[in-house]
């Protein structure tokens, strides 16, 4: 009897903590850590407006010589450092944050002109696109509305695409990063009522979604386009390990392009797309129990090979907000993998010491190891996408 009534409290006890870790609810360590980390990073943002020089915006670490490395307003990570601003402003109130972030803006803010390059997403919307949804001051939307302009006079509808680089001997590049430009365009229709814009974003994402994924969802970086007649001409990396190999970042772009396009549109194939995209990531033989990934999920060297915590950043936040959009089952596993990856990213492996680290936040990321640049070093998006992951999980993890 007593052995039966012990049974019946063990089942309840696993249902019970089943449906906890299902309904997306905290881990009350993790809530302490992610307020920590937060803390953290106002103090290390606070330090870093002390060292920025006042005409450009904070990039990485030059690995050779551990100095500062920043960007001008044309790099195409000049937006995050006004925008991981915007969210800390968000978190503690605190007007030097947002003045901090005006600052900066105010040397991007001519990039809305920029026809050379898909980045305005990036560039833009994480820097005046947090002003606007913070603000809602119509000065920060012309400059949203422009940026969406200028950004669309690169879609072509032969290809279906928005053409990425113009540097390289390329015909017409599109890598799978161009998925998170498409956000910016979803809101520039939103906002003006002009369904061109959203309809270039669902064009470009579909065409994505037929030419830049293999069977097992990973994604290949460049797709080159023949611009003439819309065919694949090849498919190729530039910043992964090989043609065929599963580029870490690449991957977490792509999971993040279609959660916000699922978002964004409700099209359940986007959602299906990033769910496959989400368990390609989560069940990869390669992926660390730490749920950092290598730089490449191919990468020499495994498991020598260099982590990259932007990856894991994209990925946590992403992951965060697709459980939000599947059933129980599925959404328990994307949020448990997400609080995995901040459990690992908030402890001193990958967390910066207050003062230390050029005060970014984490470490470890790798920008382009192929061109050894920026590899093991901070860099300032894994910030931004940290900071967004660590904000998300407190205001839904109370929901
Ligand atoms: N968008 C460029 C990169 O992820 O390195």
Redo the contacts with the bound molecule.
């Keep these: 009897m007593m052995k039966k009534h012990c049974y019946l409290a063990l089942c309840l006890l696993l249902i019970v903590m089943q449906s906890y870790a299902q309904s997306g609810k905290a881990d009350k360590a993790l809530l302490i850590k992610t307020a920590a980390a937060l803390q953290l990073a106002a103090k290390q943002y606070k330090l870093m407006r002390q060292h920025v020089p006042d005409s450009t915006l904070p990039r990485s670490t030059n690995a050779k010589d551990g100095s500062l490395m920043v960007a001008n307003s044309t790099w ?1 990570t000049s937006g995050f450092y006004p925008g991981t601003n915007w969210f800390l402003y968000e978190y503690t109130k605190d007007p030097a944050f947002k003045e901090e972030a005006l600052k900066r803006m105010a040397l991007i803010k001519k990039e809305q002109y920029n026809t050379h390059t898909h ?1 305005l997403g ?1 560039m833009m919307y994480c820097s005046f696109g947090n002003a606007w949804r913070i603000t809602k001051d119509t000065a920060w939307k012309n400059i949203l509305l422009t940026s969406a302009k200028s950004l669309s006079t690169r879609f072509n509808p032969t290809t279906g695409c928005i053409r990425s680089w113009d540097h390289g001997v390329w015909k017409f590049p599109v ?1 799978i ?1 161009n998925m ?1 430009n498409l956000e910016l365009l979803n809101w520039a229709s939103r906002e003006s009522g002009d369904p061109q814009y959203a309809q270039i974003a669902r064009t470009h994402a579909n065409t994505t979604m037929k030419h830049h994924f293999r069977e097992d969802y990973s994604s290949f970086h460049v797709v080159d386009y023949d611009p003439g007649t819309g065919a694949v001409y090849e498919r190729k990396t530039h ?1 992964g390990a090989a043609d065929s190999s599963a580029w870490a ?2 991957q977490a ?1 792509g999971l993040y392009g279609y959660t916000m396009m699922y978002r964004d549109t409700k099209d359940i194939a986007y959602l299906e797309q990033a769910c496959h995209i989400a368990d390609f990531i989560l069940n990869h033989p390669h992926m660390p129990a730490d749920g950092v990934p290598y730089w490449d999920f191919d990468a020499p060297g495994i498991p020598n090979a260099p982590r990259d915590v ?1 990856a894991a950043a994209v990925t946590a936040s992403a992951l965060l907000e697709l459980s939000r959009y599947t059933d129980k089952a599925t959404a328990g596993r994307y949020w448990r993998a997400a609080e995995k990856t901040l459990h690992s990213l908030c402890s001193s492996a990958y967390l910066a010491k207050e003062g230390e680290n050029n005060n970014f936040i984490l470490l470890h990321s790798v ?2 190891l192929p061109h050894t640049s920026e590899v093991d070093v901070p860099l300032t ?1 894994a910030d931004y996408y940290f900071v967004e992951a660590l904000l998300r999980y407190r205001q839904w993890a109370s929901r």
């Design positions: 195409w980045d990036f890598i990063d998170m910043q970042r690449g772009w932007s920008g382009s998006y």
